[in-house]
């Protein structure tokens, strides 16, 4: 009996150093190569912008769009960093560019595009902002961005900055259309259009002004 004891207190002691020994060796890898016995030890890993251009390199077109592109853009606007748009197709960086000027909401990130006006027009257009129309330096350019605005906002004082005379007819009749206010009609220059313009304020009908010309990044 005695002797029954004392081997049921060796197994008692063997298998709890047996259990013990098991515990102990149960070990995990982490991904930056570390040996822990808790998974839970195991920091997340940390993306790297590398890493993260990585995922980004050699993804298809799908449906004419450059899935790469649109990848590296959204990284560019995720980390506010214009140094990333130069990964991207070069038709596309105008418009990377201008999604970190409006991330960060500074139009003067816009001085780092290679088409400055383009990049100016679209900031404006999308943050409805027509001081920044002001920055831009072609005529052309410049008139789009108002007259786009002055449509956005149904702002009539924006009609008055436009140079070319076409297009501030143009704004002004939309503007007399909006408000049926004749005193917008008077301020055309072309008589076809002032006529136009007055001919249907007085009929209470409505004739689309000619659209402005968009102009694309």
């Known amino acids: 009996m005695k002797k029954q004891k004392i081997i049921l207190s060796i197994l008692t002691i063997f298998l709890i150093v047996f ?4 515990k102990q060796q149960t070990q995990y890898v982490c991904s930056d190569g570390r040996t822990v016995t808790d998974k839970a030890q195991c920091a997340a890993p940390v993306l790297t912008v590398e890493s993260e251009l990585t995922v980004c390199s050699g993804m298809p077109t799908y449906q004419s769009y450059a899935l790469e592109d649109m990848c590296i853009i959204g990284l560019a606007g995720k980390h506010q960093d214009t140094s990333l748009c130069k990964e991207a197709s070069r038709d596309v960086r105008n418009g990377c560019i ?3 000027a409006e991330v960060k909401n500074d139009p003067n990130i816009c001085t780092q595009a290679e088409q400055q006006d383009t990049c100016y027009e679209q900031y404006a257009r999308d943050e409805k902002n027509a001081t920044v129309c002001d920055n831009i330096k072609d005529t052309n350019y410049k ?3 108002y007259q786009n605005l ?3 906002l149904g702002d009539p004082t924006l009609c008055d900055k436009l140079v070319y005379a076409d297009r501030k007819g143009s704004c002004y009749f939309d503007m007399a259309m909006r408000s049926r206010d004749s005193s917008y009609c008077n301020k055309i ?29």
């Open 143 to 145: 008139d789009s961005c």
């Open 150 to 152: 002055a449509s956005q």
């Open 19 to 22: 259990v013990f020994g098991c």
């Open 98 to 100: 201008v999604l970190v």
């Open 189 to 217: 220059t072309d008589s076809n259009q002032k006529q136009n313009c007055l001919q249907n304020l007085q009929q209470g009908g409505y004739v689309k002004s000619p659209q402005p010309i968009e102009v694309k990044i």
